[in-house]
């Protein structure tokens, strides 16, 4: 999923461009942005919005601190 993520790793804040590419452990997830399309938006688009809240909860548990 396209869109703009950062996290922080040590003392370093490391910015990605897709969600697969975030390491599978760091230290907080800081910024959360995925690329949401322009709208009207179909019934797949709006659960796909939906589901925003539970991929990100999937990626804070990868937080370690």
């Keep these: 999923m396209e869109g703009l993520y950062q996290v922080r790793i040590g003392n370093e804040l490391k910015t990605y461009y897709r ?3 975030i390491p599978d452990k ?3 997830l800081i910024r959360f942005e995925p690329k ?3 709208g009207p938006h179909t019934e797949e688009e709006h659960e796909f919005i939906e589901s925003l809240s539970d991929i990100m909860k999937s990626i804070m548990e990868r937080e370690t601190r």
């Design 19 to 21: 969600l697969d590419d």
């Design 26 to 28: 760091f230290d907080n």
């Design 36 to 38: 949401i399309p322009e």
